[in-house]
């Protein structure tokens, strides 16, 4: 599936790179990230402009169970609903969007229907579950250095 949820461990929930930077740095970092993403939604494709308003930044995220290490592995350029579905838990607490319209766009997305979805969703709450267990290293690796290389470079 092109599009699938993918819920954060609670215990690291708010330790994210937008977390570390200034609002200012992250919405810099975001403008780059959507030009090197050509202004289009890196899962359903839509560009910004066209069909849709704005792009939001994800952070993509290795979990190696192994070492209990939670890694940052990239940065992508997501639109509104594809982000919230991403973080379907999260959304649905905030009342930001109809769970129903996420529902439809997942199943347009992945050409499945809301019985797949249903499955899905219950499979990634199972793997949120089983790594709530795990006490978390986060690791933002180049990312950490972004605030200062760019003000060094100015
Ligand atoms: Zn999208």
Redo the contacts with the bound molecule.
């Keep these: 599936m092109k599009l699938e949820i993918e819920l954060i461990p609670e215990s690291t929930m708010t330790i994210n790179l937008r977390q570390q930077m200034s609002s200012y740095r992250w919405r810099q970092l975001s403008r780059q990230i959507q030009q090197q993403d050509q202004y289009t939604?890196q899962?359903?494709r839509?560009t910004k402009g066209l069909e849709i308003d704005k792009l939001h930044c994800h952070e993509v995220w290795d979990f190696d169970k192994e070492n209990g290490i939670q890694r940052l592995i990239g940065l992508q350029s997501?639109?509104f609903?594809?982000h919230m579905i991403k973080h379907i838990g999260f959304a649905e607490m905030n009342g930001w969007i109809e769970k129903y319209q996420l529902v439809e766009h997942f199943c347009r997305v992945n050409r499945v229907t809301a019985a797949d979805y249903a499955v899905h969703f219950h499979e990634a709450v199972q793997l949120w579950i089983a790594r709530n267990r795990i006490d978390w290293i986060v690791e933002l690796g180049e990312y950490a250095d972004y605030e200062n290389c760019t003000r060094e470079s100015e």
Excluded: E, G, P, V
């Design positions: 939604c899962i359903c839509r997501l639109c609903q594809c």
